[in-house]
C-alpha cells in the first residue's frame, strides 16, 4: 500500500508542478500503435499579471522543451500556438509572449518495432515569465507516458490547426531593423516617389533652367526629334543613374553613394564649375568650347544629338548627387534583401521618376520658345543669374570645408558673402550698381523695382543669422555656428545647455550606464542640409530641448573622410539596415534599440512623440518589513569568485554589506547597477560594502563578457542553488542589507531605486 502510495505521488509530481508563477501538466497516457504518432500536451497555466515568452521570442529567455528519448523514440518535434507579439518594455523589444493558459505540443513519432509497454518521456522545460516589474527564470521537469499495443484502436493522428514548429530567432526579425514591404509593387512605388522627391532638393531644382536652356537653344526640328531627345535625354538619366550607383555600391557598398555626395573633390569639382559659370554670366570671360570637341559634338547634334543628351544627363547626375545621394542610398541598402534584381530596378524607377519633369518639359519645348524676345532683360536676368550662381557655389564650398574639418568658411563668412551677393544684385537691378543690361537714364520699372527690392530684403534679413539668429528653413543650406556645433546655442533658453558627444558611441553608453539615461543618437553629416535643420530648428524648441536633457546626446558623422565616419557608416548600416541622414535613434546602455526616427520632420509633436517613446524607469520595488533577527541567517552568503575559488567573507565583518543577487538576463538587475556603483563609491570609505553575486547557470563563461559591457566597481562572484534555497530567492533581482553584525535587517526584491537604497544602507549604519 505504501508504495502504491508513493507512486501515485511520484506520478503527481512529474505530472503537475508549480514552479514560479506557471503551473505545468502533461496529459496521458496515451495508446499508440508502433509506427504511430503521437500528440502529447503540455499545459501551462501563467499567474495572472505575468507573461511566459515563446519559444521564437527575438528577445528575452525562450521557452525552451528537451526530451530525453528512449531507445522506441525515433523522433520527436515540438509545437506551439499562436503568440502575441509586443513591444516589451523589459527589454526594450518586440517579444512573443503568451498569458493566461497556453498548449504546447510534442509530436513523437515511434518506431515500427517499438515493443509492447509503457515508455516514459522525461521532458524538461526553461522558461521566464516576467511582468512590468521584474522578471523570474525558471526550470521544470515532468513525464510524459505512452502505452505501445498493436492491437490497440487509436484514433487517425491529427494536428490542431494554428500549430507550428517554433524557429529560432534571425535579423529579420530585429525590431531596430526597418519594415520592408514584400510587395514588389509597394517597393517600387516608394522608389518613384523618392525620385519625384529629389526634383525639390536644392542641387536638382536649380539644375532645371539650365537644363531646359540646352532644350531650346538647340535648333528647332520636328516634333518627332523633340519626343526622341526627350527621350534620349530621360534614358541618359536612367541608365547614368542605376549604373554610377551600383557601380559605386559594388565597391564602396550602399554608403559609397552618400560619400560621394558629400566628397570633397566632387564638391570642390561642383563649386569650381558653379564659380566659373557665375563669373561668365557676370562677363569676366565666355566660357567656349573648343572647335576639336564642338566639331564632333555637331557631328553627333545633326545625326539625333543623342551625345549632346548624354552629356547633359552626366552633369545633372554629378551635380545633384550631393542631394540625392541619400534617397539612392537606402534604396539601395532596403533593395539587397529582396533579391538580386531588386537594385537594378529600384534604381531604375527612382531614376524615371526623377527624370518624370524634366522630360514633360523637355517634350513640349515649345512653352519655354513663347517667352518675349531676347533683349535688355535677358542681360538683366544674365547678371542676376550670375550673382545667384555664385551664392550657390558656397554651399558646395561650405560643404567641402566642413568635411575636410578647415574652419574658414564660418558661419559668420558665408552669410556676410550672401549679404554681399544679394546686396549686389538688388542694387543692380535698382540702378545703383551700373553693369550691362541697364542705361544710366533708364527708369526704373515694377519689373525691376520688385524682384530689386526682394533681393534687398532678402540680404538684410540674413544679417542676424551672423549674430546667433535663427534663419528658419535656410539654416538648413547654412554652416552651423561655432556654438550650435557643440551644443545648441543661438537662441538662448534651455536648449543653449544641451552638450552633444562628437563620434563617442561606446563612451556615450558608458556615460548612459553611469548616469541611468538613454541615449539619443543622430547619426548626422558635416555637408547634410536636413541635418543642419534639425539642429537649427527642432532641437532648438523649448518643448524638444526640455525632453532631449533626459538623453546623453552623441552625433555620429557618417561622410567625413576619417576613420570615426567610416566606422559610424558600417554601424548604421548593420545595426539599423539604411544609409539615410539624418537618422535618430533612442537606444539604451546595453546597445539595445528602443525607437528610431528616419529623416527630417516639422512637426514638433511628431518628434516629441518619438522621444516619449523611452520606457518609464521601472517602479521601486516596496520596501519588504524587516526580517526578525531571530529568523535571519547570521552569515553572509558564501559565493565564488569568477575564478572559481571560495570568496573570503571574514573581509565584511562590522561592515554594513549590502548583497545583490542579479543575472545578465535581468533587465531590472542591469538597471539597479549605477546606483550600487555610486552606493559603493560614496560609502566604502565609511564601511559599507557592496557584492553582486550573479545566479546566471552558465557562470563566468557568460558573466566575464557581460561586465565588459556592464561595469561593477564592487566585488562581484558566482552563486549557487543553495543560496537559492537558503534565501528563498523568488525573483531576480533581490537585495539583502546586513547590518555590522551580521544580521539581515531590510529586503529589497525587483527593482531597488536609488533613495530607497540609501535610505536603508544609512538605517543600517
Request: charged share 15%.
Amino acid at each position: 500500500m505504501k508504495s502504491v502510495i508513493l507512486g501515485l505521488f511520484l506520478l503527481a509530481s512529474s505530472l503537475l508542478a508549480q514552479d514560479q508563477h506557471v503551473t505545468w501538466k502533461v496529459s496521458g497516457p496515451h495508446v499508440a500503435n508502433p509506427g504511430s504518432r503521437v500528440l502529447v500536451r503540455i499545459d501551462a497555466h501563467i499567474e495572472e499579471g505575468w507573461h511566459l515568452y515563446s519559444m521564437s521570442t527575438p528577445a528575452a529567455i525562450p521557452t525552451k522543451f528537451q526530451v530525453s528519448a528512449p531507445p522506441a523514440i525515433e523522433r520527436y518535434r515540438f509545437l506551439q500556438p499562436p503568440f502575441k507579439r509586443a513591444f516589451d518594455a523589459n527589454f526594450n523589444s518586440d517579444t512573443e509572449t503568451y498569458g493566461g493558459d497556453v498548449a504546447f505540443l510534442l509530436e513523437v513519432k515511434l518506431k515500427d518495432d517499438a515493443p509492447r509497454g509503457e515508455i516514459e518521456l522525461p521532458i524538461s522545460a526553461r522558461y521566464q515569465v516576467c511582468n512590468p516589474k521584474m522578471c523570474v527564470p525558471s526550470k521544470w521537469n515532468g513525464a510524459a507516458r505512452i502505452i505501445v499495443d498493436p492491437a490497440a484502436s487509436v484514433a487517425p493522428f491529427e494536428l490542431p490547426a494554428g500549430y507550428t514548429e517554433p524557429k529560432p530567432p534571425s535579423a529579420a526579425s530585429d525590431p531596430a531593423a526597418p519594415a520592408t514591404s514584400d510587395s514588389l509593387a509597394g517597393f517600387l512605388a516608394v522608389a518613384f516617389g523618392f525620385g519625384l522627391a529629389s526634383i525639390f532638393t536644392p542641387c536638382v531644382f536649380p539644375m532645371i533652367p539650365i537644363t531646359m536652356s540646352y532644350f531650346v537653344n538647340r535648333q528647332s526640328g520636328g516634333r518627332r526629334e523633340s519626343i526622341v531627345q526627350a527621350l534620349v535625354f530621360c534614358l541618359g538619366i536612367v541608365v547614368l543613374f542605376s549604373g554610377l550607383g551600383l557601380a559605386t555600391t559594388a565597391i564602396l557598398g550602399p554608403f559609397g553613394i552618400v560619400t560621394l555626395g558629400s566628397n570633397p573633390w566632387v564638391n570642390g569639382f561642383i563649386s569650381a564649375l558653379f564659380i566659373a559659370f557665375g563669373l561668365s554670366l557676370l562677363g569676366a570671360f565666355e566660357i567656349t568650347i573648343p572647335s576639336s570637341i564642338l566639331t564632333p559634338l555637331n557631328k553627333s547634334a545633326d545625326q539625333g544629338g543623342f551625345l549632346g543628351s548624354l552629356l547633359m544627363g552626366l552633369t545633372f547626375s554629378l551635380a545633384s548627387f550631393a542631394c540625392v545621394g541619400p534617397f539612392v542610398g537606402t534604396l539601395l541598402a532596403a533593395s539587397v534583401s529582396g533579391g538580386k534584381t531588386r537594385p537594378l530596378i529600384g534604381m531604375v524607377t527612382f531614376a524615371t521618376g526623377l527624370a518624370l519633369p524634366f522630360f514633360l518639359l523637355a517634350l513640349f519645348p515649345g512653352y519655354l520658345k513663347r517667352m518675349p524676345r531676347s533683349g535688355g532683360w535677358m542681360a538683366r536676368v544674365k547678371v542676376v543669374m550670375g550673382f545667384v550662381i555664385l551664392a550657390f557655389s558656397l554651399k558646395y564650398l561650405s560643404s567641402l570645408d566642413q568635411v575636410l574639418q578647415w574652419g574658414f568658411l564660418t558661419r559668420e563668412r558665408f552669410l556676410a558673402a550672401w549679404v554681399v551677393l544679394f546686396a549686389m544684385a538688388g542694387l543692380y537691378l535698382l540702378g545703383f550698381l551700373r553693369m550691362e543690361g541697364i542705361k544710366p537714364d533708364e527708369p526704373v520699372g515694377l519689373g525691376r523695382l520688385i524682384p530689386g527690392a526682394a533681393l534687398l530684403i532678402f540680404a538684410i534679413s540674413l544679417l542676424p543669422g551672423m549674430f546667433g539668429g535663427k534663419l528658419g528653413d535656410l539654416d538648413a543650406y547654412v554652416p552651423l555656428g561655432s556654438a550650435q556645433s557643440a551644443g545648441i546655442g543661438g537662441g538662448g533658453g534651455a536648449e543653449a545647455s544641451l552638450v552633444w558627444m562628437k563620434n563617442q558611441y561606446r563612451q556615450a553608453l558608458d556615460r548612459a550606464r553611469k548616469e541611468g539615461k538613454l541615449v539619443l543618437v543622430n547619426f548626422t553629416g558635416y555637408a547634410c542640409t536636413n541635418c543642419h535643420w534639425m539642429k537649427a530648428n527642432m532641437f532648438t524648441r523649448p518643448e524638444i530641448a526640455a525632453a532631449m536633457k533626459n538623453f546623453i546626446l552623441v552625433e555620429l558623422y557618417t561622410d567625413g573622410t576619417d576613420a570615426e565616419s567610416e566606422a559610424n557608416q558600417k554601424l548604421q548600416l548593420s545595426k539599423f539596415n539604411t544609409v539615410a541622414i539624418p537618422y535618430y535613434a533612442i537606444v539604451d546602455p546595453d546597445d539595445k534599440v528602443v525607437a528610431t526616427f528616419p529623416g527630417l520632420t516639422k512637426d514638433s509633436a511628431e518628434y516629441l512623440a518619438f522621444l516619449q517613446k523611452s520606457p518609464a524607469p521601472a517602479p521601486a520595488a516596496s520596501v519588504q518589513a524587516a526580517v526578525p533577527a531571530s529568523a535571519a541567517p547570521s552569515a553572509f552568503p558564501q559565493y565564488a569568485k569568477l575564478d572559481g575559488a571560495p570568496a573570503d567573507t571574514s573581509a565584511l565583518s562590522n561592515k554594513v554589506v549590502v548583497v545583490n543577487f542579479w543575472a545578465t538576463w535581468c533587465v531590472p538587475c542591469i538597471q539597479e547597477i549605477p546606483s550600487f556603483n555610486k552606493l559603493h563609491k560614496d560609502f566604502a570609505s565609511q564601511g559599507v560594502s557592496v557584492v553582486g553575486i550573479s545566479m546566471d547557470d552558465e557562470g563566468p563563461t557568460r558573466v566575464t563578457p557581460f561586465l565588459k559591457k556592464h561595469p561593477m566597481d564592487y566585488p562581484v562572484g558566482l552563486g549557487n542553488e543553495s543560496q537559492n534555497k537558503q534565501y528563498n530567492l523568488h525573483q531576480l533581482p533581490e537585495t539583502i542589507d546586513f547590518n555590522r553584525a551580521g544580521k539581515q535587517i531590510k529586503r529589497f526584491e525587483g527593482f531597488t531605486s536609488e533613495a530607497d537604497l540609501l535610505a536603508a544602507v544609512k538605517q543600517a549604519m
